[in-house]
């Protein structure tokens, strides 16, 4: 190991007193020919470079490597033949994930008609422990005005009832047996008016949702100018506008369904 780093050492010590001759107009060759450099060169060959034209290869050689470097630099930018449809399909699990929180906050607004979802987003505390209702009961449409609400846990009964009343839905279930009863009431025109705003106001938060995800694609694909084709860009670009304009129509056909099972009582 220290007979390694004593060769390294001389042998760079030797390339600088190299370049020192050239530059000052000296014949240094015999350096490469002393002999306490005979373990690093063969004492049989002669030396037919002078020490400035060794020193210019070695220039050369290192600007040729560099320019390796950058070529394959170059043809390291290389696109996945994957990335548009990977955009793509980041962009619709993004919008898909709007449509999802959309219906959510839909089933949460009381109509005049009975639904099992209408109770998914009531908390229950029982056992010191809050869980969402659809887990510790199962709800059921009795008639298009009436709800069943069965608990796996009878003893959990007087828990879901005040769960229920606390919500805003105005709903007052009423024990039957090992079950809950609850009918629902018809809306009056000013609860009518405020599920309605709230329906709009949902939609748009849909649809500002779905354009976010638009414009993360977007900018996605602008990263891409400088490696896809032109043709290859607007492809993608315009396969992005048309997803978020099915999302959008999507979120509104909904809306207006909700808006017209309110307007029904």
Do not use: W
Not at 42 to 50: F, H, T
Not at 170 to 176: F, M, Q, S, V
């Amino acid at each position: 190991m220290m007979s390694g780093y004593v060769r390294r050492t001389l042998s760079c010590r030797n390339f600088f007193m190299l370049r020192s001759s050239a530059l000052q107009g000296f014949d240094a060759t015999h350096i490469i020919r002393s002999p306490i450099n005979t373990q690093i060169f063969d004492n049989n060959r002669d030396l037919s470079v002078p020490a400035a034209n060794f020193i210019i290869e070695s220039r050369r050689s290192f600007a040729k490597g560099r320019r390796l470097k950058d070529e394959a630099g170059v043809s390291t930018i290389e696109v996945p033949p994957n990335v548009g449809p990977n955009i793509k399909a980041s962009a619709m699990s993004q919008m898909e994930a709007a449509m999802a929180a959309l219906s959510t906050e839909l089933s949460k607004l009381r109509t005049g008609r009975a639904s099992p979802g209408m109770l998914d987003h009531i908390i229950v505390e029982t056992g010191g422990i809050k869980m969402p209702l659809n887990r510790i009961a199962v709800v059921s449409v009795m008639d298009p005005k009436t709800l069943s609400v069965n608990p796996y846990d009878p003893e959990t009964l007087k828990q879901l009832e005040n769960a229920i009343v606390s919500s805003p839905l105005g709903l007052n279930p009423k024990a039957d047996g090992e079950r809950l009863i609850a009918v629902i009431p018809p809306l009056t025109k000013e609860h009518m008016q405020a599920m309605t705003k709230l329906v709009a106001k949902s939609c748009e938060d849909a649809r500002q949702s779905i354009r976010r995800a638009r414009q993360k694609a977007m900018d996605a694909i602008k990263k891409l100018y400088s490696s896809l084709p032109k043709d290859d860009i607007k492809r993608l670009e315009k396969e992005v506008d048309d997803l978020t304009k099915k999302f959008i129509k999507n979120a509104e056909d909904t809306c207006k369904a909700k808006e017209k099972e309110i307007s029904q009582g």
